[in-house]
């Protein structure tokens, strides 16, 4: 078996007894990058040289063999999340030649668990899109069918974990970022509950929805990546101070009587045959497994995208603001600074972030903020309550990831409302703050793609709906199908 | 037509705290540029603000001093624009649930009455960078950007320049004494803008107020107002109208010049600050403020005058210096003419202390050392006069005024036979001023008391002296 196409723990274990290097991990890694990376161009930057010598400093301090949870393994890093002494573009022109001064909280985190950080992988710009077409560097393709998109905004995490470039990836997921490219790609995306995972470092796009995540193989390995990334910081003020469990010794609990809601709102009209199917005999797997189903309501569900692309613009129109040329990145010069801002900004931004940034200004304009952003806020907290009700009469909520498999490139690029429409069934969970995992759940017949499963938790949930995710996984074998590279 | 002004001001107070409002950085004036920056307080992509606590405490501090109403529940916002001093090109700050509100400042105006100015509010936020301008280029220095600032706002209860100017002073002294700023206005703590507008004398309704910027003194304030009233009566007188506006006051040629019309003032697009939780304040919590309260100017130069028996000027003078007012204190401690003090203070201890250039806290003179000086002279040991070269030798060495005294011989000379055996000398040497004197020429009285002092070299007690000299001379 290569190396390259094992799980976090597989690895792990073979690093722990001695039977390969981190050296020898990480040089199976650049190998299969160089094989089939010129094809899915799913890295932005890659150093070989700084990679090897991290993983040397790994095996000569013997941290691959003593007990740190990521001893030895390599992890690639969506362009989003600093890492000191890295570009860090968020791909985007306007952070062309931008090199990270600090490292992120959850890179310390990786780093104090033994991990090793691989390199950047492409994304949409600034994380706005579902379908890593807004970068401004390369088109990453769908390992499972090349003329096709790898989802967004973490694409390029995605596809590096499906076509085995890493193994495992930190993604962020502000309306279904991390969730969705796990779902078209076939690999696993967790968002954490907000404030689980500090954002101290996480390039904002909405700072009230933002949260990394892992992408991983398997829901064992997300569940380990969590137990690294969780926990307080007192640099992020809104991550939380609850104590972070051990998510990954509960996992063989199974699911004997645990009540699955399935959300009347998101089984509907003009929903893809056969991801419906999919996520149908997925619920029969969880019930024959044990799990009883209850039909629950969302009843605000209908209000979600409108919401999310107010409060999310509002919020990006200010958190992108610092980007004007005045003290790192693009600098395009001016006869005065007001005409330096409109030349930088103009030339640095691509056309989705400026959409975005002038929706989200106008939506916070005087004589509009109470008819837009005040509305969406009152509607975000009716949100927020459909799912509290919910889990009143559920453990976990489950529902398809995205409405449809990978759609070709260039398909919703012209329609900017459909691909908005791409996040329906993920972006109320951001606005609700509660956690969620994608798995896949089967593939489409012709051409065969992935098909995703969402598992959908209560706030600080994250135990749970792991649980039901390895669960799931355990009885099906989805994730042994591997795209053929 | 009689006009009358209405003025409302808008101060903003850099807080005296270690570090920065949402960052760990120092605050310290005078850093060579970009030395006290970190990613927070340069905006780099991906860093989020922490509150600093203590200059929340400050802020609340400030409003019970000044009887506001303090929130329970208070929240940040963002205000968003751009200008090269703001690194995130938003200020974080509060809009609609300020820390404080309501309130009041006193300050005396003609006639020695006093005046309530109301307080609207008092907020906190982050100072931005501080821009300069070269030849061909400009220079941001980001040391000012994320200070604490705290914003108070005045009602507009101010209908002078002079009224202005004490609502300031007065302000300035309370911050002072809580320890919340320096006030400094040279290194920019304490900043004022001016909102005016003027009115016909009993007309309820505003004028077009008018924003004045740029004033960076108390009483450059003082004047940009007289400026900008007169400029808006004569403008009124004219026939003209009012413009809604931001101007400028340049202190070098006394104008307020116009710096944006209405159309081009800020859509600031204030909204939650997303990065930050709320401010929330238990009575528990204000309570431990309370605590810290300092005794507020105004009721220590009324126990001034009460406790000392100072004049009001004096206890105005030495109040409004809180460091001064320390020293005083300590100096009057058990003295028997505390007034004396006071005159010392403000006679000779203050001009000594401006010329050397120290602070009164640098002073080589201890308060206690000065009133061993001041009861030296109450206790009649030396003279009003000896007591001068005594301090300036204790300002000079550090030396105690008793140890001066004794090493120079300086005691003074009131032993009543000493004394006569003096008068007796002087008046045996000069019967001519004697005679003059029994003529009824008064001179010759001094004459012969200065005859005197050569005789005891100075060290006779010159009201001994006259006593004993005029019993003398009229009685033989």
């Given at each position: 078996?290569?190396?390259?196409?094992?799980?976090?723990?597989?690895?792990?274990?073979?690093?722990?007894?001695?039977?390969?290097?981190?050296?020898?991990?990480?040089?199976?890694?650049?190998?299969?990058?160089?094989?089939?990376?010129?094809?899915?161009?799913?890295?932005?930057?890659?150093?070989?040289?700084?990679?090897?010598?991290?993983?040397?400093?790994?095996?000569?301090?013997?941290?691959?063999?003593?007990?740190?949870?990521?001893?030895?393994?390599?992890?690639?890093?969506?362009?989003?999340?600093?890492?000191?002494?890295?570009?860090?573009?968020?791909?985007?022109?306007?952070?062309?030649?931008?090199?990270?001064?600090?490292?992120?909280?959850?890179?310390?985190?990786?780093?104090?668990?033994?991990?090793?950080?691989?390199?950047?992988?492409?994304?949409?710009?600034?994380?706005?899109?579902?379908?890593?077409?807004?970068?401004?560097?390369?088109?990453?393709?769908?390992?499972?069918?090349?003329?096709?998109?790898?989802?967004?905004?973490?694409?390029?995490?995605?596809?590096?974990?499906?076509?085995?470039?890493?193994?495992?990836?930190?993604?962020?997921?502000?309306?279904?970022?991390?969730?969705?490219?796990?779902?078209?790609?076939?690999?696993?995306?967790?968002?954490?509950?907000?404030?689980?995972?500090?954002?101290?470092?996480?390039?904002?796009?909405?700072?009230?929805?933002?949260?990394?995540?892992?992408?991983?193989?398997?829901?064992?390995?997300?569940?380990?990546?969590?137990?690294?990334?969780?926990?307080?910081?007192?640099?992020?003020?809104?991550?939380?101070?609850?104590?972070?469990?051990?998510?990954?010794?509960?996992?063989?609990?199974?699911?004997?009587?645990?009540?699955?809601?399935?959300?009347?709102?998101?089984?509907?009209?003009?929903?893809?045959?056969?991801?419906?199917?999919?996520?149908?005999?997925?619920?029969?797997?969880?019930?024959?497994?044990?799990?009883?189903?209850?039909?629950?309501?969302?009843?605000?569900?209908?209000?979600?995208?409108?919401?999310?692309?107010?409060?999310?613009?509002?919020?990006?129109?200010?958190?992108?603001?610092?980007?004007?040329?005045?003290?790192?990145?693009?600098?395009?010069?001016?006869?005065?600074?007001?005409?330096?801002?409109?030349?930088?900004?103009?030339?640095?931004?691509?056309?989705?972030?400026?959409?975005?940034?002038?929706?989200?200004?106008?939506?916070?304009?005087?004589?509009?903020?109470?008819?837009?952003?005040?509305?969406?806020?009152?509607?975000?907290?009716?949100?927020?309550?459909?799912?509290?009700?919910?889990f009143v009469k559920c453990d976990v909520i489950v529902t398809p990831t995205s409405p449809t498999a990978a759609f070709k490139?260039?398909?919703?690029?012209?329609?900017?409302?459909?691909?908005?429409?791409?996040?329906?069934?993920?972006?109320?969970?951001?606005?609700?703050?509660?956690?969620?995992?994608?798995?896949?759940?089967?593939?489409?017949?012709?051409?065969?793609?992935?098909?995703?499963?969402?598992?959908?938790?209560?706030?600080?949930?994250?135990?749970?709906?792991?649980?039901?995710?390895?669960?799931?996984?355990?009885?099906?074998?989805?994730?042994?199908?591997?795209?053929?590279? | 037509?009689?006009?009358?002004?209405?003025?409302?001001?808008?101060?903003?107070?850099?807080?005296?705290?270690?570090?920065?409002?949402?960052?760990?950085?120092?605050?310290?004036?005078?850093?060579?540029?970009?030395?006290?920056?970190?990613?927070?307080?340069?905006?780099?992509?991906?860093?989020?603000?922490?509150?600093?606590?203590?200059?929340?405490?400050?802020?609340?501090?400030?409003?019970?001093?000044?009887?506001?109403?303090?929130?329970?529940?208070?929240?940040?916002?963002?205000?968003?624009?751009?200008?090269?001093?703001?690194?995130?090109?938003?200020?974080?700050?509060?809009?609609?649930?300020?820390?404080?509100?309501?309130?009041?400042?006193?300050?005396?105006?003609?006639?020695?009455?006093?005046?309530?100015?109301?307080?609207?509010?008092?907020?906190?936020?982050?100072?931005?960078?501080?821009?300069?301008?070269?030849?061909?280029?400009?220079?941001?220095?980001?040391?000012?950007?994320?200070?604490?600032?705290?914003?108070?706002?005045?009602?507009?209860?101010?209908?002078?320049?002079?009224?202005?100017?004490?609502?300031?002073?007065?302000?300035?002294?309370?911050?002072?004494?809580?320890?919340?700023?320096?006030?400094?206005?040279?290194?920019?703590?304490?900043?004022?803008?001016?909102?005016?507008?003027?009115?016909?004398?009993?007309?309820?309704?505003?004028?077009?107020?008018?924003?004045?910027?740029?004033?960076?003194?108390?009483?450059?304030?003082?004047?940009?107002?007289?400026?900008?009233?007169?400029?808006?009566?004569?403008?009124?007188?004219?026939?003209?109208?009012?413009?809604?506006?931001?101007?400028?006051?340049?202190?070098?040629?006394?104008?307020?010049?116009?710096?944006?019309?209405?159309?081009?003032?800020?859509?600031?697009?204030?909204?939650?600050?997303?990065?930050?939780?709320?401010?929330?304040?238990?009575?528990?919590?204000?309570?431990?403020?309370?605590?810290?309260?300092?005794?507020?100017?105004?009721?220590?130069?009324?126990?001034?005058v009460k406790q000392y028996g100072l004049p009001e000027y004096d206890a105005g003078l030495l109040v409004a210096d809180g460091?001064?007012?320390?020293?005083?204190?300590?100096?009057?401690?058990?003295?028997?003419?505390?007034?004396?003090?006071?005159?010392?203070?403000?006679?000779?201890?203050?001009?000594?202390?401006?010329?050397?250039?120290?602070?009164?806290?640098?002073?080589?003179?201890?308060?206690?050392?000065?009133?061993?000086?001041?009861?030296?002279?109450?206790?009649?040991?030396?003279?009003?006069?000896?007591?001068?070269?005594?301090?300036?030798?204790?300002?000079?060495t550090g030396k105690g005024a008793a140890v001066i005294v004794k090493e120079k011989g300086l005691a003074q000379i009131s032993?009543?036979?000493?004394?006569?055996?003096?008068?007796?000398?002087?008046?045996?040497?000069?019967?001519?001023?004697?005679?003059?004197?029994?003529?009824?020429?008064?001179?010759?009285?001094?004459?012969?008391?200065?005859?005197?002092?050569?005789?005891?070299?100075?060290?006779?007690?010159?009201?001994?002296?006259?006593?004993?000299?005029?019993?003398?001379?009229?009685?033989?």
């Amino acid at each position: 078996m290569s190396l390259h196409t094992l799980t976090i723990q597989q690895l792990r274990e073979k690093l722990r007894q001695g039977e390969v290097s981190a050296r020898e991990a990480t040089q199976a890694m650049l190998d299969r990058i160089n094989a089939v990376d010129g094809k899915i161009k799913a890295y932005l930057w890659l150093n070989p040289e700084d990679a090897l010598s991290q993983a040397d400093t790994i095996d000569r301090s013997g941290i691959a063999k003593d007990g740190k949870p990521l001893g030895g393994i390599p992890i690639a890093i969506k362009d989003v999340i600093n890492v000191e002494g890295q570009p860090c573009t968020c791909a985007s022109k306007i952070l062309n030649g931008y090199v990270s001064v600090y490292d992120a909280f959850v890179i310390k985190r990786l780093r104090e668990s033994g991990a090793l950080l691989l390199g950047r992988t492409n994304m949409d710009e600034f994380a706005m899109g579902s379908s890593t077409e807004n970068s401004s560097w390369d088109v990453t393709r769908n390992p499972w069918d090349f003329d096709r998109i790898p989802g967004g905004s973490s694409g390029g995490s995605a596809a590096a974990v499906a076509a085995d470039e890493a193994i495992a990836a930190l993604g962020s997921d502000t309306g279904g970022s991390i969730r969705q490219p796990a779902a078209v790609c076939g690999c696993v995306g967790l968002k954490p509950t907000y404030g689980r995972v500090s954002r101290y470092g996480l390039v904002a796009f909405a700072s009230s929805l933002d949260q990394i995540g892992p992408l991983t193989k398997t829901a064992a390995d997300a569940a380990l990546m969590l137990g690294v990334l969780a926990g307080h910081d007192a640099s992020d003020s809104t991550s939380v101070p609850q104590p972070v469990p051990d998510y990954t010794a509960p996992l063989d609990r199974g699911i004997k009587g645990l009540r699955v809601g399935l959300p009347k709102e998101y089984f509907i009209e003009g929903m893809d045959r056969e991801v419906e199917t999919a996520v149908r005999s997925a619920i029969q797997q969880l019930q024959s497994l044990g799990a009883e189903v209850v039909e629950i309501s969302l009843p605000h569900t209908d209000y979600a995208v409108a919401v999310y692309y107010l409060i999310a613009t509002a919020e990006a129109s200010a958190n992108l603001a610092r980007f004007d040329g005045v003290r790192y990145g693009l600098r395009v010069a001016g006869k005065d600074p007001i005409e330096m801002y409109g030349k930088t900004r103009g030339t640095g931004f691509g056309p989705e972030v400026k959409r975005r940034i002038i929706l989200g200004t106008y939506a916070l304009s005087a004589g509009y903020y109470d008819a837009y952003y005040l509305r969406a806020q009152k509607v975000r907290t009716l949100i927020r309550r459909d799912f509290e009700k919910a889990f009143v009469k559920c453990d976990v909520i489950v529902t398809p990831t995205s409405p449809t498999a990978a759609f070709k490139f260039g398909e919703k690029t012209e329609d900017p409302l459909q691909m908005y429409l791409s996040d329906i069934f993920t972006i109320s969970l951001n606005l609700a703050g509660n956690c969620g995992v994608s798995i896949p759940c089967g593939f489409t017949s012709n051409p065969k793609l992935p098909i995703g499963l969402q598992v959908l938790g209560k706030p600080f949930g994250e135990e749970i709906i792991l649980r039901v995710a390895h669960a799931y996984e355990q009885a099906t074998d989805w994730r042994k199908q591997r795209p053929n590279l | 037509m009689e006009y009358e002004a209405v003025i409302g001001l808008e101060v903003h107070v850099q807080l005296k705290t270690a570090s920065k409002m949402f960052c760990g950085c120092a605050t310290e004036f005078g850093a060579p540029p970009n030395t006290q920056v970190c990613p927070v307080c340069l905006g780099y992509p991906g860093v989020l603000p922490v509150m600093n606590e203590e200059a929340v405490r400050k802020t609340i501090l400030t409003g019970l001093m000044i009887d506001s109403e303090i929130s329970r529940f208070s929240k940040w916002d963002r205000k968003n624009y751009f200008y090269p001093d703001m690194p995130k090109n938003y200020q974080i700050s509060q809009y609609d649930l300020p820390l404080c509100r309501g309130g009041a400042v006193e300050i005396k105006v003609e006639g020695g009455r006093t005046k309530k100015i109301g307080i609207i509010r008092a907020h906190l936020e982050e100072d931005v960078a501080k821009n300069s301008h070269f030849e061909t280029t400009s220079g941001v220095d980001f040391n000012r950007a994320g200070v604490p600032l705290m914003e108070v706002v005045s009602a507009p209860h101010i209908n002078s320049p002079d009224e202005a100017f004490a609502y300031l002073t007065a302000l300035k002294e309370i911050l002072i004494s809580g320890v919340v700023s320096d006030c400094d206005m040279e290194k920019g703590q304490l900043r004022c803008d001016s909102n005016v507008s003027v009115r016909p004398v009993g007309q309820k309704a505003f004028g077009e107020k008018v924003e004045i910027k740029n004033m960076n003194t108390i009483s450059g304030v003082r004047r940009a107002l007289a400026y900008e009233i007169d400029r808006q009566i004569a403008a009124l007188t004219r026939n003209e109208k009012i413009q809604q506006e931001t101007r400028r006051w340049d202190d070098g040629t006394g104008k307020t010049f116009v710096m944006r019309t209405k159309e081009y003032a800020h859509d600031y697009r204030y909204f939650p600050e997303p990065d930050l939780m709320p401010v929330v304040m238990t009575d528990a919590m204000v309570g431990e403020i309370r605590k810290r309260l300092p005794e507020l100017p105004e009721t220590k130069r009324r126990r001034f005058v009460k406790q000392y028996g100072l004049p009001e000027y004096d206890a105005g003078l030495l109040v409004a210096d809180g460091a001064l007012a320390a020293y005083y204190e300590k100096a009057a401690a058990g003295v028997k003419n505390p007034k004396a003090i006071s005159n010392w203070v403000m006679t000779v201890l203050l001009g000594n202390v401006s010329a050397a250039k120290k602070t009164i806290a640098e002073c080589p003179i201890s308060p206690e050392q000065l009133g061993e000086l001041v009861s030296l002279v109450d206790g009649g040991q030396i003279s009003g006069k000896m007591a001068k070269d005594v301090f300036a030798e204790m300002f000079a060495t550090g030396k105690g005024a008793a140890v001066i005294v004794k090493e120079k011989g300086l005691a003074q000379i009131s032993d009543a036979g000493a004394v006569e055996a003096f008068v007796d000398l002087a008046i045996a040497a000069n019967p001519k001023s004697v005679s003059d004197f029994k003529a009824g020429n008064p001179a010759a009285l001094n004459f012969l008391k200065g005859q005197v002092m050569k005789h005891s070299k100075g060290k006779a007690n010159p009201q001994l002296v006259g006593e004993i000299l005029t019993r003398k001379l009229q009685g033989s």
